[in-house]
Structure formats: C-alpha cells, structure tokens
C-alpha cells in the first residue's frame, strides 16, 4: 500500500541530544499552537495564519544511512526547514544530509536556524554559512568558491532550559514572522497586545466573581 504523504508548514533538523532534542520538541509544540492575533488576521484575510503540521523525526540514523522514505518525503513536502543550531550539530552527517536535501528541492532562502549554545561559527553548518558558487578565472580556469551569507536566525542561548523557554516565547515569533512574510516587530507588538488583553480579561473574570461571593 502506498504511504500517505502530508504537506508541512516546516520540517525541524537537530541533532538527538539533551538540550537540542529539548528545544526542538518544544518549538515543535509552540509553532503548531500558535494563533495569530485577532487584528493581524482581520488584515491578513485570503493568507495563511496558522502553522498546521510541522515535521520533527524522532530517530536519528547511523551516519552511513541515506535519508529514508519517509524523511524525503516530509522534506520534499516541506515549506521551511528549521535548524536546531548547537555545536553537536555540526558533528552531525544525518542533519547535513537534510540541509543539503532541502536547499536543493526548495533553496537556501526558505532555512530558518535556532541557535541554541555556542556561537554561530561554531554551531552553524557550513550549509547555513557559506553559499557555494563557481567563477570562470581570468586564464580560463573554473574555481568553485565559497561566499559567507548571514542565515536568519533566531537565538535562545540561555543559562538553564527555563531561560531557554522564556526566550523562545519572543524569538518563535521572530521564525513565524518569516513563515508568514511579516514583520517581526509588528508581529512581536501585537502578540504583545492580545497577551495583555487576555490578562485583563482574566483578571475581570476573577474581580466579578469576587464580587458575586462578597
């Protein structure tokens, strides 16, 4: 029987280890909970709001594997990928092989990085860091060189994993406002606002029933 095969907002790529394996089962759980705010998605009618199935795979592969099935599949099938960015990444030929894969089928454009420990020199892939290009020289001698780019990434660098949960509140908005072609600021403001306003609602709620029992 043939295997179904799904449509997925993003695809997330980490090494299986502690703190990056931590980061990505939460991310994956916060981008498909997330809902955008009222007054953003009045605006945004006939666009997509919401992120809807997000693929994470939950087995790492021995080194010498070739992606899968079902791991083309679902990067073939795939809007964004999402690098979990640590130095154990780098350690990783399985997560290069999905970088490598995606930039292929979708371009480098559409890769989103989190970087989780580390700094970016370290924890980036050569993948993320340098876009491979080949130039004919003066003598008529075709070199292939390397030129830096800057990915778009987000940074939950944190202490402990509560303080890496508290920044991941803000900067998934940064990763979203790229998936939905926004601005991170107005995106962050009015998330912001429908927070507050849920809070107030809630105290309001208590406040009468304080009242009613008074």
């Known amino acids: 029987m043939e295997e179904k095969k799904y449509h997925y907002d993003a695809f997330i790529s980490y090494r299986h280890k502690e703190l990056d394996k931590f980061v990505a089962e939460n991310l994956h759980r916060q981008l498909e909970a997330f809902r955008m705010p009222g007054s953003v998605a009045k605006k945004r009618k006939g666009y997509k709001n919401q992120i809807e199935r997000v693929f994470r795979d939950k087995e790492e592969l021995p080194l010498t594997s070739d992606l899968n099935d079902p791991i083309m599949n679902a990067l073939e099938n795939s809007d964004?990928?999402?690098?979990?960015?640590?130095?154990?990444?780098?350690?990783?030929?399985?997560?290069?092989?999905?970088?490598?894969?995606?930039?292929?089928?979708?371009?480098?454009?559409?890769?989103?990085?989190?970087?989780?420990?580390?700094?970016p020199e370290e924890s980036f892939p050569e993948e993320l860091l340098f876009r491979?290009?080949?130039?004919?020289?003066?003598?008529?001698?075709?070199?292939?060189?390397?030129?830096?780019?800057?990915?778009?990434?987000?940074?939950?660098?944190?202490?402990?994993?509560?303080?890496?949960?508290?920044?991941?509140?803000?900067?998934?908005l940064r990763i979203l406002a790229a998936m939905f072609h926004m601005n991170f600021d107005e995106l962050r403001q009015r998330h912001k606002e429908q927070k507050q306003k849920q809070k107030m609602m809630i105290l309001t709620l208590v406040a009468t029933v304080c009242l009613l029992f008074a």
């Open 80 to 119: 964004w990928l999402i690098v979990i960015c640590s130095p154990r990444l780098r350690e990783s030929v399985w997560c290069k092989k999905e970088i490598e894969t995606f930039v292929k089928l979708h371009g480098r454009e559409h890769v989103l990085a989190v970087l989780i420990e580390g700094e």
């Open 132 to 172: 491979k290009e080949t130039i004919t020289n003066p003598d008529g001698s075709v070199e292939e060189i390397k030129i830096p780019i800057e990915p778009l990434a987000a940074d939950v660098r944190g202490k402990d994993k509560k303080e890496v949960l508290k920044l991941m509140k803000v900067e998934i």
